[in-house]
């Protein structure tokens, strides 16, 4: 398994019900399938969801004056066989994930997860990266329909979170995190004079993705196991989080590039029960001395990092510089 299994994060966002592994509620506990064999199975049922289904894109196009921007998900069934399905309007993209995400220690690894992003509504700020802070709205559901979750205020998510292993029904569902990245957040907001808030260009979209990228054989009531889940998705504002305020934004201490920062941890600090990735850690090489400190920050923002003796590793990561 990899090492950062027993990673502390100390904010994760677990979107979604209570636990229910044993299988009350009348739903039935399944042991874990097979990665690929489930994938497979998933792609099929969300494809042909896909091809049946259509949203409110008519509304988006063309905003009746009281329109909510809410995307409504209708069957294509008779009368409306001129709809554009949302096979015809949703984008494709493939992560891999292995079954010591879900802390599966015997399994399959690198196997592809397709999942469907839809963009009803362009947003007029930045696309989050993986390691921001965002401020969204959501409504998750089953493929049926089915509500299991929903935020029609403003939560916070923290990306880096959606990216921590764990049992099924005690993860934040990864298929989120991916396709808040594929939707570009709003830019200003507007107080009401009532207190509330508005942000005008927030992006509005729609994810759906297999169970590899959700709970998998994690039972979270009302969700069964091996469920493609969908999400509604408002997403209000990001935030270029540096979550140690080393000076670093945390999306650029994914020293691998593989968009995954919890998993990079050049002195092999520890924490609590886990390991201290660098995105937490203020002294990346364990040196004695801040990473900010190690570092150069100009008037304008732009960071440099020197490198003193030449070794082709900036000082703030080698301990011997």
């Known amino acids: 398994m990899k090492k950062y299994f027993g990673i502390m994060v100390f904010?994760?966002?677990l979107v979604g019900c209570g636990d229910d592994d044993n299988g009350r509620g009348g739903i039935e506990t399944v042991p874990p399938r097979p990665l690929s064999e489930v994938a497979l199975e998933d792609d099929e049922e969300i494809r042909l969801f896909l091809q049946t289904h259509y949203y409110n894109y008519e509304e988006f196009n063309n905003p009746p004056a009281d329109f909510d921007f809410n995307i409504r998900i209708e069957e294509i069934g008779e009368g409306d066989e001129d709809k554009t399905p949302l096979m015809e309007q949703v984008e494709q993209f493939s992560i891999n994930i292995s079954a010591e995400d879900f802390l599966i220690a015997e399994g399959e690894d690198n196997i592809p997860h397709n999942y469907y992003v839809l963009t009803a509504k362009e947003g007029a700020g930045l696309n989050p990266t993986f390691a921001d802070s965002t401020f969204v709205r959501f409504e998750g559901s089953l493929l049926n329909g089915q509500v299991f979750d929903q935020v029609t205020t403003v939560s916070s998510f923290?990306?880096?979170s959606f990216q921590v292993p764990g049992f099924g029904s005690m993860r934040a569902f990864r298929g989120v995190g991916e396709g808040i990245q594929r939707l570009r957040a709003g830019d200003l907001i507007v107080d009401n004079p009532d207190g509330s808030f508005e942000v005008p260009g927030r992006g509005i979209g729609l994810v759906i993705f297999p169970s590899g990228l959700g709970t998998f054989n994690g039972l979270r009531s009302p969700i069964p196991q091996f469920s493609p889940l969908m999400f509604k998705l408002e997403i209000l504002t990001t935030i270029r989080a540096d979550h140690d305020?080393?000076?670093?934004?945390?999306?650029?201490?994914?020293?691998?590039?593989?968009?995954?920062?919890?998993?990079?941890?050049?002195?092999g600090d520890t924490f609590g029960l886990g390991i201290l990735p660098n995105y937490l850690d203020n002294d990346d090489d364990n040196d004695g001395i801040p990473t900010r400190d190690e570092i150069i920050i100009a008037d304008d923002g732009t960071l440099s990092?020197?490198?003193?003796?030449?070794?082709?590793?900036?000082d703030y990561l080698d301990a011997d510089s």
């Open 11 to 13: 904010a994760i966002f």
């Open 158 to 160: 923290d990306l880096p």
């Open 245 to 267: 305020n080393d000076g670093i934004p945390s999306f650029m201490e994914d020293i691998d590039g593989d968009g995954n920062v919890i998993n990079d941890n050049t002195d």
């Open 305 to 314: 990092f020197p490198d003193s003796d030449g070794d082709g590793m900036p």
